[in-house]
């Protein structure tokens, strides 16, 4: 990461998001709250896996999605 230094990174999934914030924390705890890695803004969702045995959570994946392409489009202070 530090390589190819990302506008924004996308963690999917509890594991991916506590190993990049450094904590312990629960896909409750860690979704809609900003992040940073080395100084590159960090967005949590679930991992893919988690939506084909709960599409319920669809429209919470799409609205982290859709504020990271905001993010992107507009360069926003952090998504």
Same mark, same amino acid.
């Given at each position: 990461?530090?390589?190819?230094? /990302?506008?924004?990174?996308? %963690?999917l999934g509890r594991t @991916? @998001?506590?190993a990049l914030c450094g904590t312990q924390s629960s896909m409750g705890e860690l979704r809609g709250k900003r992040y940073a890695w080395e100084g590159i803004p960090?967005?949590?969702t679930f991992h893919p896996a988690?939506?084909? !045995?709960? /599409? %319920? %959570? +669809? /429209?919470?994946i799409q609205q982290d +999605?859709? =504020?990271?392409l905001k993010f992107l !489009?507009? =360069?926003?202070?952090? /998504?």
């Open positions: 990461l530090t390589t190819i230094h /990302p506008q924004v990174i996308c %963690a @991916a @998001a506590n960090l967005v949590v988690y939506l084909l !045995r709960n /599409p %319920a %959570a +669809m /429209p919470l +999605m859709q =504020g990271l !489009r507009h =360069g926003e202070s952090s /998504p």
